[in-house]
DNA sequence: CTGCCTCTTTGCGCTGGCGCAACGACGCCG
DNA sequence: CGGCGTCGTTGCGCCAGCGCAAAGAGGCAG
């Protein structure tokens, strides 16, 4: 809870209008895999996660299923919901027992007139979301699957990365279908490429966890720079 | 410039404030090919288009290039820059002659601080923006390509679509590397794909120039209802 | 009318990545 | 500690779509 203070959605607002802002919030529970709203229903409240994850998800007319994005801790999820306001366009999966805040669209929209800096925080969240998935939006056009995995694994790093003696680890579960739904590939291509990265030393993996062992060789695949990754060449 | 007053983007601004926003703005035209700005500049402007269009484009490492959007008149281009403001994600280039209206961050933000609706509106847009590249990202990671190219389609009907006698045409220049650039696909796939619905009558084509002859067979294609399509059956 | 330039078409070969099946490994629960 | 359910691996075949080359087809300028 104090974490959400200093979340650049709340920067800028004093301190009694934060708390203000965040009474009127109410508090829920969302149990690992269940949801916190689904794709499709009609969009009456806008979240934010206190504690936990939330794996947006979207379906295709044949049951494919891809991952937009994870939600971390102080960081919004439904936000366009909330002004086009129409239905959710994504579903909201908890991964592990979650902490969300919910405001109803009421709510927020007066507290959206009551502090207005509030509305330039999300234009500039929003602004960031969609920068990056336009950026997405490009490698899926333009990039191979390996680059597109590689540059999954580096956004999970920054988003869940915890440095242990191996390397830095994904703090999360991630399977190879997890990770082939961020990335439009299927399982098995996701998990060939990751094989032979174990096999060059560059990640090291076990059921649904990875580490990796040496970051910048992955980021080199990510962006090519001079393809092969090299032990202990610097530069 | 009347049009501007009933875009969205201005919807519930008083007459005068809307003079007031307008007038505070700088008119540019950028000639047929020519850029409003381009991708990795630093964002310092925020543009709304008055008349003509513009193509927003990325580009990847390989120089691969990927079409965003159009943006046509009263539409907002580089809108999330005036926010996180750190360079712009894409390069604006003229379809055609096209007017702009330009303003400064600083002034953007003034006007937004002096005008609290403006803000609202914008989130709302952005939040549109967003929800359509999400669903164009599904598209992609899920979808074939002949699927796309008539989603592709079925939209820019929508944005330049024009009653014609041969069906609706879309009224801009569209080139099949265009349509590629839109879709993810290669040129001659989309060249390929096409050939095969002018035999089927689904549309006439030619240079640089699409008509549709048979909406409701591409949007059966676009959404897979039963996917074939017959000339005169109803439903 | 002629030439040129750009856009388009089509054939052909190739391959990245999919799709499936079978098997193997891990972890949990009783 | 044995069974089972989930997740991961790997071999094999296949095909959608790419990549290129070569040849049309408009349109525009002079």
Redesign the interface.
Known sequence: MEALGSSPLFAGLAREALAAVLTAAHERTVEDGETAFREGEPADSFCVVAAGRLKLT?V???G?E?I?RFVGPGEAAA???A??GTTY??TAAAVGATQVLVWSRAELQAL??RH?VL??N???L??????E???????????RVARRIARALVRLVRQAGRKVEEGVLIDMPLSRQTLAEMT?ATLFTVSRTLSEWEAQGIIRSGRERVVIARPHALVAIA??LPPAGEVKSSK
Chains 1, 2 share one sequence.
């Open positions: 979207q295709g007319p044949e494919h891809v937009l936000a366009l919901a002004f086009d366009p994504a959206l007139g207005p509305a330039l999300l234009l500039r929003l602004s960031e979301r969609l920068r998935v336009q950026e997405r939006f490009r490698e899926l056009a333009t990039e439009g962006e090519d």
